[in-house]
């Protein structure tokens, strides 16, 4: 099982990074993926999920208007969108492959995650 998280760098408050999580067609399976994030000293928190038929997202509040999932299945590679950047959106981004089909918010119900890709946006 393999989810390799890649695009995050260092942006000023205001610009826009787009994160790339691929892996195989067998480890995203039918399944919701969903991006994460940690910040130094903080709890490592949900930020947006997106359904398998890419049909439902979910977005933490503090990225919605902002932030925006979407998934390409051919490519096994799930996106996120991230626009008008703030400086505490400083984290280190993990995707990670759900249980089931749904776009859920909840870290216990994601079963393989990925190694992360550090965000840092500078004010």
């Known amino acids: 099982v393999q989810l390799q998280a890649s695009g995050g760098g260092l942006v000023q408050a205001g610009g826009s990074l787009r994160l790339s999580c691929a892996a195989s067609?067998?480890?995203?399976?039918?399944?919701?993926v969903g991006w994460f994030r940690q910040a130094p000293g903080k709890e490592r928190e949900f930020v947006a999920s997106?359904?398998?038929?890419?049909?439902?997202?979910a977005y933490v509040d503090s990225v919605k208007d902002r932030f925006s999932i979407s998934r390409d299945n051919a490519k096994n590679t799930v996106y996120l969108q991230m626009n008008n950047l703030k400086p505490e959106d400083t984290a280190v981004y993990y995707c990670?492959?759900?249980?089931?089909?749904?776009?859920?918010?909840?870290?216990?119900?994601?079963?393989?995650w990925g190694q992360g890709t550090l965000v840092t946006v500078s004010s």
């Open positions: 067609k067998r480890t995203f399976g039918n399944n919701a």
């Open positions: 997106i359904s398998w038929s890419g049909g439902r997202t």
């Open positions: 990670a492959v759900a249980r089931g089909l749904g776009a859920t918010t909840f870290q216990s119900e994601y079963r393989y």
